[in-house]
């Protein structure tokens, strides 16, 4: 809390909350859609095909399941980030691994009483770019909470930060990445999969000088 009073990391902790309800809302139309996994849990996919291929014989049967090989991967994603530069390690980072699967599962409860069950392709691409924008709004408010921000964004937000290249096309590659390790240890990639990578970037490059001002007004106004 070095340099920051308790009343404005409180402020930033609500915006980042807001900004993850909203990031998550997003997440869920992506999801609900059918189309494809983002290209974070391809990579997780992959990851936790190949692990318990190798680690079938000594591992209990049931025990790796591709949530606990996602948690493993983000708190490894942390200690790689704490050993670099532990500045981005933040309490919104905790707040952003715990607080994202239970917002998920809330809005999924919540849509599955609105959207209809055999909902067609083109209203599924429409819930698939709709869920990629708002994502990508939602994001730029968490990060540019400065509270924190999950592990698997930090990588994207460091790199762009490290070598002075624009979040968006930062965050296209990094996507990028995620989705072609993934696929090539069988993973699964879908059409969902290629639309998260060309939309979420590039649109989180536009909001995020406008989420930037929106902040700062938010916390010079309340903190």
Request: net charge positive.
């Amino acid at each position: 809390m070095k340099g920051r009073s308790l009343k404005e990391w409180t402020v930033r902790a609500l915006i980042l909350m807001l900004g993850l309800i909203i990031a998550h809302f997003g997440v869920t139309l992506f999801l609900l859609s059918n189309l494809g996994a983002d290209p974070f849990n391809v990579f997780v996919q992959g990851i936790f095909r190949i692990t318990g291929r190798s680690l079938y014989d000594i591992l209990p049967q049931g025990f790796l399941t591709h949530g606990r090989t996602h948690i493993a991967i983000s708190l490894l994603i942390i200690l790689v980030l704490l050993i670099v530069d532990r500045s981005y390690i933040k309490i919104g980072t905790v707040i952003c691994m715990v607080c994202g699967g239970p917002i998920i599962d809330v809005f999924t409860k919540l849509l599955g009483f609105v959207l209809p069950e055999d909902l067609h392709f083109i209203g599924r691409c429409l819930m698939l770019v709709s869920g990629c924008v708002i994502l990508a709004y939602g994001m730029t408010i968490v990060i540019k909470s400065d509270a924190g921000t999950g592990p698997n964004d930090l990588v994207a937000v460091v790199l762009s930060d490290k070598i002075k290249k624009k979040f968006g096309i930062v965050r296209l590659a990094v996507d990028a990445v995620f989705a072609l390790i993934g696929f090539l240890l069988d993973g699964v990639l879908g059409i969902g999969t290629l639309v998260c990578i060309a939309l979420v970037g590039p649109v989180a490059g536009i909001f995020m000088p406008v989420n930037e001002k929106a902040v700062n007004a938010a916390v010079k106004r309340f903190a």
